[in-house]
């Protein structure tokens, strides 16, 4: 599986820690990197993968698991790659970080908890766990205290609060330091003052 990943920031064999941005629907790897200028990641290698026509998964987060296959499934391989690229560039897991906004949120979410270990962070711009519901037996392993960060508005068109609410929940028994933020009518979008939580909780970190 071939997926194009753009990069920014300090070269891969060069850095300590990565940053993936995965973009949302309809949008692209180059929209995700752009929001790096915004965040505290200065020291970090970029990671930007590119999903097929521009989305990770046809139907809603909210579709029953197999309706969004192969490409739920591809996707979450093709995030996998991305991870197994920065480990062999010798990043260990505590300093590889993840970072969405919607349908890109939704997949980070995902991916780490199919995958819990000490990750550096993950931020969450408006997403939560894949499924027509929550699938606790999906998911396994610990956090070990990874600091988590969701920011979504209420109400929100694609993310319903009690999908944010549930993620929190099985995160948080997971093991992670989940901090959420509910913003009144913010919109489908990303505001100011969730990249300042995510500068103040996941890239502070020396």
């Not at 046809?58 to 490409?71: G, K, Q, R, V």
């Not at 939560?128 to 610990?142: C, F, M, P, Q, T």
């Not at 600091?147 to 099985?170: A, M």
């Amino acid at each position: 599986m071939n997926t194009e990943i753009l990069t920014d920031g300090i070269p891969l064999n060069e850095a300590k820690k990565a940053l993936i941005l995965i973009h949302g629907r309809g949008a692209s790897a180059h929209d995700i990197l752009s929001i790096a200028k915004h965040l505290k990641v200065d020291d970090f290698a970029l990671m930007a993968p590119q999903a097929e026509n521009r989305t990770w998964y046809p139907y809603s987060f909210l579709a029953p698991l197999d309706e969004n296959e192969p490409s739920f499934s591809k996707s979450l391989e093709a995030i996998h790659q991305v991870v197994v690229a920065i480990q062999q560039n010798g990043i260990e897991k505590e300093n590889i970080y993840f970072l969405g906004f919607s349908q890109g949120a939704c997949l980070a979410l995902e991916f780490t908890a199919r995958n819990a270990a000490k990750y550096g962070g993950v931020v969450a711009f408006t997403g939560g766990l894949i499924g027509d519901k929550v699938y606790e037996n999906h998911y396994n392993g610990n956090f070990e205290n990874t600091p988590i960060f969701i920011g979504t508005s209420d109400p929100d068109f694609h993310v319903p609060v009690e999908r944010v609410n549930d993620s929190e929940t099985l995160l948080t028994k997971m093991g992670a330091d989940v901090t959420k933020k509910i913003y009144p009518n913010m919109g489908h979008t990303i505001s100011k003052d969730e990249v300042d939580c995510a500068n103040a909780l996941i890239f502070n970190k020396k």
